[in-house]
């Protein structure tokens, strides 16, 4: 049996063999935001990948591995969208907006990932899983309390508790993906129009 943190061979490091974990952990996603977590056996991703059980657990450890997988996968790709599409912004106001468009972005060509990864987040018993997706929320929290601190300093922003509203404008934002999620017929360009304009008018000294 082979997971993906075991290193090097010739199922796991090569071209194929990444190419069919990326089929897999595809297939695990429609599956979680098909079925549910609890639903979401090994034996119904690897129907849904049109592969054998064995070809599944050669690759991952468990169903429970290949569900983290999903999510911080997806995790870490929006990560690294958000920095490409804010790297040119240069005010505080200029990245505040550009990383919650770019995030929302992100998603929006990405429903059924986020479902899933919804599905891991919400049922995962895992205690060093759970903590990892705290240190992403907790990271951050603490990384726009930071950008509206020097919104703030620079008199761009009005006094107010970073902290507090920073926590808020994560809500806002997790509030629009969650109905974006469940309603299919929810316009999230339009959603993150309004939500742009709603923070900015939220934060902004003028």
């Known amino acids: 049996m082979r997971t993906n943190e075991e290193g090097s061979s010739e199922a ?38 049109g592969v054998s059980k064995g070809v599944i657990t050669y690759h991952f450890a468990s169903k429970d591995e290949i569900l983290r997988r999903v999510a911080l996968r997806l995790f870490r790709e929006c990560a690294a969208h958000i920095a490409a599409n804010t790297s040119g912004a240069t005010t505080p106001a200029e990245r505040l907006r550009a990383a919650i468009s770019a995030e929302l972005e992100f998603f929006s060509s990405r429903r059924v990932e986020f479902r899933a990864m919804a599905e891991v987040m919400a049922n995962h018993r895992d205690t060093r899983f759970a903590r990892e997706f705290d240190h992403v929320s907790a990271t951050e929290s603490e990384a726009l309390a930071e950008l509206l601190a020097e919104g703030q300093t620079r008199g761009d922003f009005r006094p107010f508790d970073v902290g507090e509203v920073a926590h808020l404008i994560l809500a806002a934002k997790n509030a629009v993906l969650d109905r974006w999620a469940a309603e299919e017929t929810s316009d999230l360009a339009s959603a993150t129009a309004t939500l742009l304009d709603f923070v900015t008018s939220a934060v902004s000294a003028r």
């Open 12 to 49: 796991g490091g090569t071209f194929a063999g990444r190419a069919r974990r990326d089929q897999i952990e595809r297939s695990a996603a429609e599956v979680l935001a098909e079925v549910g977590y609890a639903a979401a056996s090994v034996a119904r991703i690897a129907e849904h990948a």
